[in-house]
């Protein structure tokens, strides 16, 4: 024990709650922080979106101690909105990360981009629950459909704010990042893809272009060894803290409230006779207009309806619905003269 400590435990027992050993992680106080990493991790290791972390490596174990006590200490309210958030989404993001091969850590992407709000927008321009620029949104790979990330964008519309939509194009850019891209460093011949998850997060933060960039002019080939701008020195450390705070809970004293999963049925490919309002539907299937509003944020706010035409065309539209309500809502549309009525 140091000295340290000693006198911390000393000042502590004028408290009564801890008078009988060390407070929670106060065997941490010595790397100078107030938590520190759970008893597995220490024994064992830690293994993060599938990759080891090599936390026998001080400065990697310092960044990621500092960004559990950042977001512990200074965060934790809305860490405790972030798991919450996660735990609630998990049933709609997890199978569309599996379907394209992505670790399922990566939900907590989503939980540092956007807080997963759809609507969130960043000074640089970034909207929705990934956080894609416009010029990115926009544009996808060139010959390789399979990853093709691109979204629409109109004055009624913004798939970046549709949870499905943009998680499948998240997940497709970064499945592209990792696998595809056409990759090279200082005397390594040119590869596709970075093959790393922790360069691929941090491709997503600052662009594949700018860790390129760097990794060339360091000669590195690591997240961990190349010097990248100061949100993205962060952005990992920070994805892997949340992760390990998610997965020991009760260990960091981080419990948020029961959350019931959001579940939704998608009425597709629903071609309209007339515009149809968000305002129609919630009627139509008995709901608060809010429901329907929540459910569909690619939708603009200011528009708020689900248009025939859009540019004179006429448009295919994904409703999303209250579980249960999709073949009601089928009904309701043909009876209301939406959609045509079937022979």
């Not at 997890?94 to 907590?108: A, M, N, Q, T, V």
Request: aromatic share 10%; charged share 20%.
């Amino acid at each position: 024990m140091t000295r340290l400590t000693a006198i911390l435990i000393g000042m502590l027992c004028v408290i009564p709650a801890f008078c009988n050993g060390l407070p929670p992680h106060l065997e941490t106080v010595p790397e100078g922080f107030r938590y520190g990493f759970p008893p597995s991790v220490d024994r064992k290791g830690l293994v993060f979106a599938g990759q080891e972390v090599p936390l026998e490596r001080p400065d990697v174990r310092a960044r990621i101690l500092h960004e559990i006590n950042y977001l512990l200490l200074d965060r934790r309210s809305k860490v405790v909105v972030w798991l919450g958030r996660a735990d609630a989404l998990r049933a709609t993001i997890s199978p569309i990360l599996k379907k394209y091969d992505l670790p399922p850590e990566f939900i907590y992407l989503a939980a540092i981009e956007s807080n997963f709000n759809g609507r969130a927008l960043s000074s640089a321009g970034a909207y929705g629950y990934w956080q894609f620029i416009k010029s990115t949104a926009l544009k996808g790979p060139s010959g390789c459909d399979q990853y093709d990330w691109k979204m629409n964008i109109t004055p009624w519309k913004d798939d970046r704010a549709d949870i499905v939509h943009s998680t499948h194009s998240a997940a497709r850019y970064l499945a592209w990042m990792n696998r595809v891209k056409k990759t090279s460093t200082d005397g390594i011949p040119e590869k596709e893809g970075f093959h790393d998850w922790f360069l691929t997060a941090a491709a997503y933060n600052a662009g594949p272009t700018r860790v390129l960039q760097r990794m060339q002019l360091y000669g590195t080939s690591s997240y961990w060894d190349t010097p990248l701008p100061k949100e993205t020195e962060q952005y990992v450390p920070r994805w892997i803290a949340l992760g390990i705070i998610s997965r020991n809970r009760d260990f960091y004293g981080v419990q948020s409230p029961p959350s019931k999963p959001v579940n939704f049925d998608t009425v597709g490919k629903i071609v309209l006779l007339k515009d149809l309002p968000l305002s129609t539907v919630a009627k139509l299937l008995g709901v608060s207009p809010r429901t329907v509003w929540e459910l569909n944020s690619s939708i603009s706010l200011e528009k708020s309806v689900f248009p025939a035409k859009s540019s004179g065309s006429k448009v295919s539209h994904n409703i999303h619905v209250p579980k249960g309500s999709g073949k009601q809502l089928l009904a309701q549309l043909a009876a209301q003269g939406y959609t045509k009525k079937k022979n």
